[in-house]
């Protein structure tokens, strides 16, 4: 009989899965079952969507159903919502919304990729439904909707980037928005200092940005603050991703760090015959060592890859994440990588920091831009943790070294001596890296 592998959740990790497994094994059944009216949509590029004046999101996935059917042979059922899991029977309960009815559907392997979930707030009137996370297509055709018929004001709580970059497309369509935060600033995956550069563009680009506001309650048209009340048509929470696992959970799955489920490097829940990639699950940290949640594009991709090649009879292990995150925001570049100095005390790393403004281009070119690092490592060993970069421009070459420098356990030194390429166009010479470690060397 042929084996039939389910895929649960329409995540990036989920059609790694598929993708990777399809090339390994050509006999088995792949059937992917996902809630969102898109199947295989790139989240990334919903923001840049909107952005571009489009409120359809059909053709941000890189395949159509019917292309993913008869090409790769992956049965993708959108619009359908798997309800309940019976590891016992091997089998699921999915939620046809395009029938109006339940099926039950047996399965030979199970994977989650659930993906993650915008965090609510423990406050009274959170659960209302106009405060929306944007993690989906569903979730920005419901905001886009909300606010079709007038510019209307929307309030944005918390400052993880994925959020700021919808608020910037909010901003772009004339759209009143206000950003309040408990943190000392926004973009609170980064040092207070990398966040105030952001919070001073998104002001510059018409915005309001309130930082340090303690958030009480919710109204309809209201947040209110501890010492104040802002009124706004939507409320667009950005505090975080959560691991999506109430499914996992139910079907009796161990669960680790913040609700992720736990599994090992080959991706394999504690369940015989189930496994999990993607947001929805913990991941090593390449610096600490230590297992946690760290969501991102490019480790769930990883995840996938590895799930669907041990389920395709071979052999792989996930590698592991420094947690990076680069992005455009509000004119703004804006990247980390490794830990940063809170992250790696809390890690039990005698921790210090260098920061170093540079140039994003030569001396000899004109057009250049403040560029800034700022470098973490571990006193007593040199060794370099983690590094934020912010500017205008020029943000990418420095975080893939810093990237590779870190991955190698390089020490500050070995970081400040490496025989880097040189643009004078598009990078300085020395770079603020480069800078930034040799001052780090010499401390």
Same mark, same amino acid.
């Given at each position: 009989? *042929?084996?039939? @592998?389910?895929?649960?959740?329409?995540?990036?990790?989920?059609?790694?899965?598929?993708?990777?497994?399809?090339?390994? %094994? =050509?006999?088995?059944?792949?059937?992917?079952?996902?809630?969102?009216?898109?199947?295989?949509?790139? @989240?990334?590029?919903?923001?840049?969507?909107?952005?571009?004046?489009?409120?359809?999101?059909?053709?941000?996935?890189?395949?159509?159903?019917?292309?993913?059917?008869?090409?790769?042979?992956?049965?993708?059922?959108?619009?359908?919502?798997?309800?309940?899991?019976?590891?016992?029977?091997?089998? @699921?309960? *999915?939620?046809?919304?395009?029938?109006?009815?339940?099926?039950?559907? =047996?399965?030979?392997?199970?994977?989650?990729?659930?993906?993650?979930?915008? $965090?609510? &707030?423990?406050? &009274?009137?959170?659960?209302?439904?106009?405060l929306v996370s944007v993690r989906n297509t569903n #979730?920005?055709?419901?905001?886009?909707?909300?606010?079709?018929?007038k510019p209307g004001r929307v309030a944005?709580?918390?400052g993880d980037y994925t959020t700021l970059l919808v608020a910037e497309a909010l901003v772009m369509r004339g759209i009143e928005v206000t950003v309040v935060t408990p943190g000392e600033e926004v973009f609170d995956q980064a040092d207070p200092m990398v966040g105030a550069v952001v919070s001073e563009a998104i002001t510059k680009h018409g915005a309001t940005v309130r930082v340090g506001e303690?958030?009480?309650?919710?109204?309809?048209?209201?947040?209110?603050? %501890?010492? #104040?009340?802002?009124?706004?048509?939507?409320?667009?929470?950005?505090?975080?991703?959560?691991?999506?696992t109430d499914l996992a959970h139910q079907a009796g799955l161990t669960l680790g760090a913040r609700r992720a489920i736990v599994t090992d490097r080959r991706q394999q829940t504690t369940v015989a015959g189930i496994w999990a990639a993607g947001d929805c699950c913990e991941t090593r940290h390449l610096v600490s060592g230590e297992r946690g949640y760290w969501p991102g594009a490019l480790a769930a991709a990883q995840q996938g890859q590895v799930a669907g090649a041990n389920l395709g009879d071979h052999y792989a292990?996930?590698?592991?994440?420094?947690?990076?995150?680069?992005? $455009?925001?509000?004119?703004?570049e804006v990247a980390r990588t490794g830990l940063n100095e809170l992250d790696a005390r809390n890690a039990g790393f005698d921790a210090a920091v260098v920061t170093v403004e540079g140039q994003s281009r030569a001396d000899t070119f004109a057009g250049g831009r403040a560029l800034t690092v700022r470098l973490t490592y571990d006193r007593f060993t040199s060794r370099v943790l983690g590094a934020e970069i912010v500017g205008e421009e020029g943000v990418a070459a420095p975080l893939a070294t810093a990237v590779a420098a870190i991955t190698g356990g390089l020490t500050t030194a070995e970081v400040a001596s490496l025989d880097g390429g040189h643009v004078p166009s598009r990078s300085a010479l020395p770079s603020p890296l480069t800078l930034a470690a040799l001052e780090a060397s010499e401390s």
């Open positions: 009989m *042929i084996e039939r @592998v389910l895929i649960v959740g329409g995540s990036r990790a989920a059609y790694a899965a598929a993708f990777e497994l399809r090339r390994h %094994k =050509k006999d088995c059944q792949i059937v992917i079952v996902e809630q969102g009216a898109h199947p295989g949509a790139d @989240v990334c590029s919903i923001p840049n969507r909107m952005m571009s004046g489009f409120d359809d999101f059909a053709n941000l996935a890189s395949s159509t159903v019917t292309e993913l059917r008869d090409r790769y042979q992956i049965d993708v059922r959108g619009g359908q919502e798997v309800v309940a899991v019976d590891t016992g029977n091997e089998t @699921v309960t *999915i939620n046809d919304t395009n029938a109006g009815r339940e099926v039950t559907l =047996k399965y030979d392997q199970l994977v989650f990729a659930t993906g993650s979930r915008g $965090r609510r &707030p423990d406050l &009274p009137g959170a659960d209302r439904s106009d #979730d920005a055709s419901k905001l886009l909707g909300t606010l079709k018929d944005v709580l918390g303690s958030v009480s309650g919710f109204e309809p048209g209201v947040i209110y603050l %501890k010492d #104040d009340a802002i009124s706004c048509d939507m409320v667009l929470l950005g505090l975080g991703s959560e691991a999506n292990v996930s590698p592991g994440t420094l947690g990076t995150i680069s992005t $455009r925001l509000f004119g703004i």
